[in-house]
């Protein structure tokens, strides 16, 4: 049974930094892609950025030089920092692990950027 836990968000000011967590269980994590998507309130869920087995990175074009994705496959753990946070970056974060057709999703974790 895969398990995809985040864990790092919360209330920051517009300028701050955060750093979400997602530890997943259940899978052969190194072989996966793995991303950070988000969804504020009245729009659709949105790729953030992902890292596919070979460390490679994708960025919305939003966040690029702002975020970035790493994943520590010891840890069976991926990140995503978060530097000069806007309130538009205000979301449920999630965590989402996909290999072919395997697809999952963690629970989210709520980020706000104000003031």
């Known amino acids: 049974q895969v398990q995809l836990v985040e864990s790092g968000g919360g209330l920051v000011q517009p300028g701050g930094s955060l750093r979400l967590s997602c530890v997943a269980s259940g899978i052969t994590f190194r072989l996966y892609v793995m991303g950070w998507y988000r969804q504020a309130p009245g729009k659709q869920r949105e790729l953030v950025a992902s890292i596919n087995s070979g460390d490679s990175t994708n960025y919305a074009d939003s966040v690029k030089g702002r975020f970035t994705i790493s994943r520590d496959n010891a840890k069976n753990t991926v990140y995503l920092q978060m530097n000069n946070l806007k309130p538009e970056d205000t979301a449920v974060y999630y965590c989402?692990?996909?290999?072919?057709?395997?697809?999952?999703w963690g629970q989210g974790t709520q980020v706000t950027v104000s003031s």
């Open positions: 989402n692990s996909e290999l072919g057709i395997k697809r999952s």
